[in-house]
């Protein structure tokens, strides 16, 4: 699949929490494509790890930014103008998960950090990207990575599943008010994926074998199975798709 083009060739993207896990999968992808692409994440040290596996020349940048403060978000996409000049893509992939025993046991600090990281941020990240894109008068792309913890009910992660559903409705809201500018936005969903993320569940192979039971393709995702839809939806390829969620989930939301 490495030979599948995106005609990404120059245009600049933002990818958050694009240091490690899937975010730094397509990262790779954008920088293989010619694309200028700047990565954001809290950690500095995890930044110059990601530069030192991705390479890319002049066209990577990254940027210490934590998603759910405005502030920082305000001078990400500062940064991105000072040395781009202008942004095409936005991809919000930055989430975060804390098991909760039940969403009605969690205490409101706790429900408050997880939907800052996976809802605020998203909000914080994509009203500065249309800005942006509004500005340019010549459109723009939204990709949100949401989850099926969005659309079905899963123990532990409650909250989580909440933030992300209404990732998806940001994602239609968005995009229906967005469609004028031609700034399509949609989003991918996958299930469990092979990263940092997920580590505790496909790192137990019991437990591995139970999920896998639930999923019609037999296996989990690796992050290329993320990058590929992630990379259409960000292309002129789906220019006539938005608000859309697809879901990637090797049809474990279809049984
Ligand atoms: N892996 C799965 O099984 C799975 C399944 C469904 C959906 N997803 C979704 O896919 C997306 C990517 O997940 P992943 O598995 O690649 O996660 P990951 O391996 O944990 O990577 C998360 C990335 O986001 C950054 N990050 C976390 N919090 C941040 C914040 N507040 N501000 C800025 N950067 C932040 C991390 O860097 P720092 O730590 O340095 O900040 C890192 O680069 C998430 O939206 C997740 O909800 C994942």
Known sequence: MDDIRYGLKDKVVVVTGGSRGIGLEIARSLLGEG????????????????????GGGGNLMTF????????????????VLDR????????NNVGMNIMTLSVADTEPALWQKIMDTNLNGTFFCSRKAAAVMKEQGDGGRIVNISSIA?????????VYGIAKAAVEMFTRVLASELAPFNIRV???????????????FWSNEDLLREIVKTIPLGRIA??????????FLASEASGYITGQT??????ASVI
């Open 246 to 251: 697809l879901m990637v989930d090797g049809g």
């Open 186 to 200: 949609n989003a991918v969903a996958p299930a469990m994926v092979r990263t940092a993320f997920s580590e505790p």
């Open 222 to 231: 690796e992050p290329m199975d993320v990058v590929h839809p992630t990379l």
């Open 150 to 158: 969005g659309r079905r009910a899963s123990p532990g992660m409650g």
């Open 35 to 54: 694309a200028k692409v700047v990565i954001c994440g809290r950690k500095s040290e995890g930044l110059d790890a990601a530069a030192g596996i991705l």
């Open 84 to 91: 781009f000049s202008r942004l095409d893509v936005l991809i």
């Open 64 to 79: 210490q930014a934590h998603i759910a403060k405005e502030s920082d978000v305000n001078s990400l996409f500062d940064a």
